[in-house]
């Protein structure tokens, strides 16, 4: 089972932006399907992103379509969720999961193995 660590969540305004990164451990991160999820108090688990690591693609979530993106370090096996227009919605413990797999069409039900300790963000003015 890969160990996954998140970090750079925290606190921040209406409008603004948080990078968080999820640090994998063992193999390269081509080897994974890497699914980004959050959670808020008395809500569903939500999928936000996944990225295929066989074919690189990336999907997101309608509801964070075109403010959120990602990128990857390979060499620090780090993949990033950059997240951009965040809003009040937006707060949650948002949690890193992989799963040696493509992401496929169901990813946002979720499926992954692996899990990191969540990273709380909070958007509020």
């Known amino acids: 089972q890969v160990q996954l660590v998140e970090s750079g969540g925290g606190y921040v305004q209406p409008g603004g932006s948080l990078r968080l990164s999820c640090a994998v451990s063992?193999?390269?991160?081509?080897?994974?399907?890497i699914g980004w999820f959050r959670q808020a108090p008395g809500k569903e688990r939500e999928g936000v992103s996944c990225?295929?690591?066989?074919?690189?693609?990336?999907y997101f979530s309608d509801s964070v379509k075109g403010r959120f993106t990602i990128s990857k370090d390979n060499n620090k096996k780090t993949l990033y969720l950059q997240m951009n227009y965040l809003n009040p919605e937006d707060t949650a413990v948002y949690y890193c999961?992989?799963?040696?797999?493509?992401?496929?069409?169901?990813?946002?039900?979720?499926?992954?193995?692996?899990w990191g300790q969540g990273t709380q963000v909070t958007v509020s003015s």
């Open positions: 063992q193999f390269p991160l081509d080897y994974y399907a």
């Open positions: 999961a992989a799963e040696v797999r493509p992401c496929g069409t169901s990813w946002q039900k979720g499926g992954f193995g692996s």
């Open positions: 990225t295929s690591g066989s074919d690189g693609k990336t």
